[in-house]
């Protein structure tokens, strides 16, 4: 059931449906919904594809590319899951890029599985 979840969310992100894929996702895991915003914060590096802004509880994406990215969707939903469930924050890069890394696999298997290259 957990792998169906995580291959609907990274599916609705590809599709272009990140608000649902983030609703869904506050709900699994009993939290708010972020805000999502197309565009950078100023004197931010232009590098990063995406950040989250634990005050105002806003995902900012670099451009309307980064939207259809599962890894910077899920990157950035781990730090606002992680700064408004936990307050201890266990927010790293590391633990971040993990989160995103399991729904992609997830997704990677059930593909292949059905396209017969498992």
């Known amino acids: 059931m957990e792998s169906r979840f995580k291959v609907t969310i990274v599916w609705l992100i590809l599709d272009g449906k990140v608000e649902r894929a983030l609703k869904m996702l506050a709900e699994h895991y009993g939290t708010s ?35 259809k990215n599962p890894f910077v969707i899920l990157h950035e939903f781990y730090h606002h899951l992680r700064t408004t469930v936990n307050a ?3 927010g790293t890069e590391k633990y971040a890029n993990q989160f995103a890394k399991e729904y992609i696999q997830a997704f990677k298997t059930a593909t292949a599985a059905v396209s017969g290259n498992d």
């Open 33 to 67: 919904v972020p805000t999502l915003k197309v565009g950078l914060p100023k004197g931010r590096k232009r590098t990063a594809a995406g950040c989250y802004n634990a005050r105002t509880r806003t995902i900012q994406v670099l451009d309307s590319d980064a939207l």
């Open 88 to 90: 201890k924050h266990l």
